[in-house]
């Protein structure tokens, strides 16, 4: 069993949480390689800071960094496009397809939305975080947190209706 805080502990806790952060970096991003490089920055954060954190809260410390990290290239302004030449293959079958088709419309629209309001969208609905928790995370209060998800559902609704799927609509997520 490795000792609390130590490389090897930490060695374990990557490799079972890498593909959960760079998915959640996905949502927040939506670009496989730009989440990539966010989860690979917040786990070098928190290696820095691991033999404190590891008896703590891991998780949330990881969580937080992660967010922090997205909301500040989209400060910098350091997003970038990625363009691709061809467009990825797509599953035969068709139930499958309609339910890629309807999650990648839906990461699409959730792209249109504010940074701020996007990472408060995940945390609160993709991680299903308490508000107080999120709050924390944005250093923001639980007011604001409930405003941004408000704000950012509107943006996400009017996202979504305005993509090729008009007969599609975003359920109120509360």
Known sequence: MPVAGSDEDFAEFYSARFDGARRTAYALCGDWVEAEELAQGSFVRLYAKWPRVAGGNADGYLRTTLVRLFLDT??????????????PERPEHSRDLARVDERQ??????????????????LRIVHD?????????????????KSQLSRGM????????????????VQDVG
């Open 154 to 169: 509107q943006a996400l609704r009017a996202a979504y209706r305005d993509a090729d799927a008009p007969e599609r609509s």
């Open 74 to 87: 989209r400060r910098r302004g350091r997003a970038k496009e990625l363009l691709v030449a061809e467009t």
């Open 105 to 122: 419309s839906l990461l699409a629209a959730l792209q249109d939305v504010p940074p701020r309001q996007r990472a408060t969208l995940v």
């Open 129 to 145: 975080l308490p508000v107080e928790q999120v709050a924390q995370v944005l250093r923001c209060s639980a007011g604001t947190v």
